[in-house]
């Protein structure tokens, strides 16, 4: 009996040890474009406990996704994981964590930008499709470059001043209490 146990125990460890190196040794992914689909997980031993699904490549994959600004927990649905442990690779792959910041970074940036430009008003080249007549033949139609203009936003001047100019801007009222309290009485008689 002993025996036929001892023989599953080495049967499973070879199977599971067989697992790990086709696992590990797959080919790494040659996809150097933006991220479409998650990738294959492969699972890397580290030591107890089960294996984990990061990869080397999820750096770039994940300064891609941060830049077209996604959040955690679309990032985490992306490689198939829990956000959770999204939050462990970054703990435990600085390169990983560091790349989301970069991403993430570049996402803020543009949309610093894009609130300023709402803010002072902008302009941008465009085109309008218009119809010219010509005459008892029929119309035309053409399409004719123009500029737009966008106007200033007031409510984007407010959010960017209450945030830059704090002191200046800011709803709160600060009232200093000193604790002293002066008070006079005036008594008028009449005769």
Request: charge should be positive; charged fraction near 30%.
């Amino acid at each position: 009996m002993a025996k036929k146990t001892l023989k599953k125990a080495k049967a499973g460890n070879a199977r599971k040890a067989s697992a790990l190196r086709r696992v590990t040794s797959a080919p790494p992914s040659t996809n150097e474009q933006e991220p479409t689909s998650a990738p294959e997980p492969v699972a890397v031993q580290q030591g107890p406990g089960r294996p984990t699904k990061y990869r080397p490549e999820f750096v770039k994959q994940a300064e891609a996704l941060c830049n077209l600004g996604a959040t955690d927990e679309e990032m985490a649905s992306f490689f198939d994981v829990d956000t959770s442990t999204l939050h462990r690779w970054k703990l435990e792959y600085p390169e990983f964590c560091d790349s989301i910041k970069a991403g993430k970074s570049k996402a803020d940036d543009r949309v610093e930008r894009s609130l300023y430009n709402r803010a002072v008003g902008y302009t941008y080249d465009s085109e309008k499709i218009v119809t010219l007549s010509a005459g008892p033949l029929g119309s035309s139609i053409e399409r004719v470059p123009i500029v737009e203009h966008v106007p200033p936003d007031t409510t984007a001047m407010i959010f960017w001043l209450k945030n830059r100019r704090k002191a200046d801007w800011r709803d709160k009222q600060e009232i200093e209490n000193t604790g002293q309290v002066e008070v006079k009485h005036t008594v008028r008689f009449k005769h």
